[in-house]
């Protein structure tokens, strides 16, 4: 079984549409994360959520929303989506309590703008 | 706030040499210092780590040295594989629940046989 898995894979679309990225994790963790990969192959933390909690990185504008419709799950909408959005999104959990740090990464979402 | 420097960007070994990656952190609180692996179309994977209160750890061929004075941290992998080739990220992070994991810029490993 797959520990953190994100859909889609692959999303094409078009500048100005909104759109969403799913994630789900079956390890029972309590923290989940957003990351961002860009073309350099850098990643960036855009959030870090858990049942109480929402940590945004303030680097990242406002069209970008994290969901959360339970604790094993954490959404990502874009909003009017730009050209410099296109990237890997990554979605990541983590124990909460007692927290060692370690990350579970998804195989990543490749968003691309037209 | 945190922010790791990685260096080299790039790394292009022979096969059974061995690779070192270095990393610099900027915030003193920092205490886990993981390392994760990302293979091409993959989400990265973790590695190794270890923390402030040890100075070395090894893993069959990979092994972290971390200098807290200094706040720098390494990592060594001998007898390199093909199969060694990847992208290796090194990260900090404060111990505090949600916090997340500041990464370094990357190191693209090359292993030629």
């Not at chain 1, 957003?34 to 109480?52: A, E, G, V």
């Not at chain 2, 402030?52 to 992998?77: C, M, P, W, Y």
Request: glycine content about 6%; hydrophobic content about 30%.
């Amino acid at each position: 079984d797959t520990a953190v898995s994100q859909t889609p894979k692959y999303l094409v679309t078009q500048m100005g549409n909104d759109k969403s990225i799913k994630c789900e994790q079956n390890l029972g963790h309590d923290t989940m994360y957003w990351y961002k990969q860009d073309s350099k192959k850098f990643l960036k933390i855009m959030f870090s959520y858990n049942n109480k909690e929402l940590i945004i990185n303030e680097t990242v504008p406002n069209r970008f929303s994290p969901k959360s419709p339970d604790k094993a799950h954490l959404n990502l909408h874009i909003n009017s989506l730009e050209l410099g959005d296109s990237a890997v999104y990554f979605c990541a959990s983590s124990r909460a309590s007692g927290n060692t740090g370690e990350l579970f990464f998804g195989e990543g979402s490749r968003l691309t703008v037209l | 706030g945190e922010n790791v420097e990685q260096h080299p960007s790039t790394l292009s070994v022979q096969e059974g040499d061995s690779a070192v990656i270095k990393c610099t952190y900027s915030d003193s609180a920092s205490n886990y210092f993981p390392w994760y692996k990302q293979e091409l179309g993959k989400g990265p994977q973790l590695i190794i780590d270890i923390r402030s209160n040890v100075g070395e750890k090894k893993d069959q061929r990979i092994a972290v040295t971390l200098n807290k004075t200094a706040k720098h941290f390494s990592l060594h992998i001998t007898e390199t594989q093909p199969e060694d080739s990847a992208v290796y990220f090194c990260a900090a992070s404060i111990s505090q629940a949600g916090t997340a994991l500041i990464f370094g810029k990357g190191t693209t490993l090359s292993v030629s046989s």
